[in-house]
């Protein structure tokens, strides 16, 4: 299993030696990288990520007021700095661990190590209350939605359509919070636009799927490995 990273910090010297780390280590894989804290909530809601290296030191937002505006939908934080002071907030703020630069790659992979363990105990919880079903909000009522009638999920902006076996179902969500909800060994996310039932997936060819109602769908460039690592599986 690979593990979704972001790396940010407003210095091009740092960001380079962490993505340097992070392609020595084989479970790691690099989705984005960020100069200043709100580029770093853009990225977090545009897409899943299981790892953020965080600088503490950077334009507009500090790392620490990134973490407390995300809340708790954070990955796993890993504070990278080359301040001290900073240490016992980062660590009430919930963080992994707490990387004082310069680091070795050693004590980079043991601050991996701990978020790696972290993410594992996390879906091994999740996986055991997970239902079968969701409930969304659609024309003003609640609707349960059953994980196996689910086809593929498309983005309308502010809006997701869930396309079942048997409806069409809108509602006022993001395709970060479906990523969370949905059972991620039962659905894989293709595009930054759709999220696909795994097991409706018929055809693969090119940068498409073709899927069990017909539909053809692209694939993301930045999903294709992932989506053939799942196939490879």
């Known amino acids: 299993m690979k593990y979704s990273c972001l790396v ?3 210095e091009k010297l740092a960001r380079e030696l962490i993505k340097d780390y992070l392609a020595q280590v084989d479970q790691l894989e690099l989705k ?7 580029e770093v909530i853009k990225a977090l809601q545009d897409q899943k990520i299981d790892i953020l290296f965080l600088d503490i030191q ?17 990955p796993a934080v890993i504070f990278t700095t080359a301040y001290d002071q900073y240490a016992v907030q980062a660590f009430d703020l919930q963080a992994v661990d707490y990387l004082l630069k310069p680091f070795g790659f050693e004590r980079f992979l043991a601050a991996v190590n701990k978020a790696i363990e972290k993410l594992s105990s996390a879906q091994k919880v999740d996986s055991s209350i997970k239902s079968e079903y969701m409930m969304v909000k659609s024309d003003y009522k609640l609707v349960k939605v059953k994980f196996e009638d689910i086809i593929y999920i498309e983005s309308l902006r502010e809006y997701i359509r869930i396309h079942t ?14 990523e969370e909800l949905l059972p991620a060994n039962l659905f894989i996310r293709i595009h930054k636009s759709f999220i696909v039932a795994f097991d409706k997936i018929k055809a693969l060819h090119g940068n498409q799927i073709d899927i069990d109602d017909n539909t053809v769908i692209p694939i993301g460039r930045s999903y294709k490995n992932g989506l053939m690592e799942r196939f490879s599986d």
Not at 59 to 71: A, I, N, R
Not at 165 to 178: A, E, P, R, W, Y
């Open 8 to 10: 940010a910090d407003d």
């Open 165 to 178: 076996t048997n409806d069409k179902i809108v509602t006022l969500d993001t395709m970060k919070n479906m």
């Open 58 to 74: 950077m334009p507009h937002l500090k790392g620490t007021e990134v973490v407390k505006s995300v809340g708790d939908k954070l």
């Open 32 to 38: 984005a990288e960020c100069k200043d804290g709100v």
